[in-house]
């Protein structure tokens, strides 16, 4: 039996993804544009035996998400950037606390309200730092509506697996656009839950990690009694300011995504085999990238695409493995300073042109914007980019 064909929208592929991947609590507060995230899993939810919440506001949201998910439920939330920005803190305690939960971001112009309907692609290093002190989460970025359903059931399984916050972000356009697609049939995407304890309920640490970096999580009304702080804490669970523990606490956090990272870390190419300009991109850019780099070739300039689907950990090695043979990095991105642009440097350093191309003005980044750069940059042209 053949796949299904539908057409759908990136938000609604996401939808139906987190519950394809077995999500069955949802609280949240409508916010453009990612609503219709909510308006479908307020409808689905209640019919498969799942619970739909709409909260006061962001910060009750995703504590009713870290609440169900330290009860055994696979739980999530959608917003964007003034929400997201309400979601900081108790996202801080998902991370201290190694809640596994799901945070979809549809990125949208600000600051502030902003442009509340318009695409943006600057929520970047907030989602890395938006929390303070010294963490780490995985945020992943799709492209496509096949990419919203396929990095949602990650984003589900990475936040299973490793016990941390995943950031789904696509931008307003990838979260507004509809596709036709084949949806994968149930069993064909792998599914992960959660590592369960395997001890006596007395000698259960829930902090305590295995071999892998992640230590096995209990469910709250389940044997195995266990508390959790959002204050620094030992593998007991219980507060503990000991120099010693803190540094260990704070090691473990990072541990756990660093000995993953190649599993983590996704990304696609295209035609980098013979480049000599390598190109870096991000949700709806990358349709633009792919035509104006499609475009260069036939203009003798060969433009590789390297396609980010996972922003944080930054994929470091996949860019410099790229960049090495080229000296033209181009990088656009709908925002101001080049979030990603700056990321891109870091790793390949100044001897290479990092040729950014941004927009900032609520609309998308066209194919010509890119081509017109890249030709002006390899006539030697001075580049400036457009608002």
């Given amino acids: 039996m053949g796949r299904e064909i539908k057409l759908m929208q990136g938000n609604q592929a996401i939808s139906e993804a987190a519950i394809y991947a077995g999500a069955r609590f949802y609280a949240g507060y409508p916010i453009t544009p990612s609503s219709e995230i909510a308006e479908i899993c307020s409808r689905v939810l209640p019919t498969i035996g799942g619970i739909f919440l709409q909260m006061e506001d962001e910060i009750a949201s995703i504590a009713a998400v870290v609440g169900a998910s330290l009860a055994g439920a696979k739980a999530f939330t959608a917003t964007s950037g003034p929400g997201f920005s309400l979601m900081q803190e108790n996202l801080g305690l998902a991370v201290m606390g190694e809640v596994p939960c799901v945070i979809v971001n549809v990125q949208r112009a600000g600051p502030s309200t902003g442009l509340a309907t318009k695409p943006s692609q600057s929520d970047i290093m907030q989602l890395r730092w938006g929390r303070h002190g010294d963490q780490t989460v995985i945020a992943l970025c799709p492209a496509s509506v096949r990419e919203c359903f396929e990095l949602t059931v990650k984003a589900f399984n990475f936040a299973e697996k490793f016990r941390v916050p995943v950031i789904l972000a696509p931008d307003e356009i990838v979260g507004h656009m509809r596709e036709s697609f084949e949806v994968p049939r149930a069993g064909e995407l792998e599914i992960i839950d959660r590592k369960k304890p395997s001890c006596p309920p007395d000698q259960y640490l829930p902090f305590e990690a295995e071999v892998d970096g992640i ?165 030697g042209q001075s580049v400036r980019a457009g608002g």
């Fill in 215 to 379: 230590a096995p999580l209990a469910a709250y009304g389940g044997d195995h009694v266990f508390h959790i702080t959002s204050s620094m804490h030992g593998p007991n669970g219980y507060a503990n300011n000991n120099p010693q523990n803190a540094s260990w606490r704070v090691e473990q956090l990072h541990r756990k995504i660093d000995l993953h990272r190649d599993e983590i870390c996704l990304t696609k190419t295209f035609d980098t085999e013979d480049m000599d300009v390598l190109m870096v991109t991000i949700g709806a850019t990358t349709r633009s990238g792919r035509a104006a780099a499609l475009e260069a070739r036939k203009r003798g300039v060969k433009v590789g695409v390297l396609q980010l689907l996972t922003l944080w950990p930054f994929p470091e090695k996949e860019v410099a493995a790229l960049a090495r043979d080229v000296d033209t990095v181009v990088v656009p991105e709908m925002n101001y300073s080049g979030q990603i642009a700056g990321e891109v440097q870091r790793v390949v350093g100044t001897e290479k042109e990092i040729l950014r191309v941004n927009r900032y003005n609520g609309t998308i980044i066209t194919p010509r914007d890119i081509l017109e750069s890249i030709l002006e940059s390899r006539s």
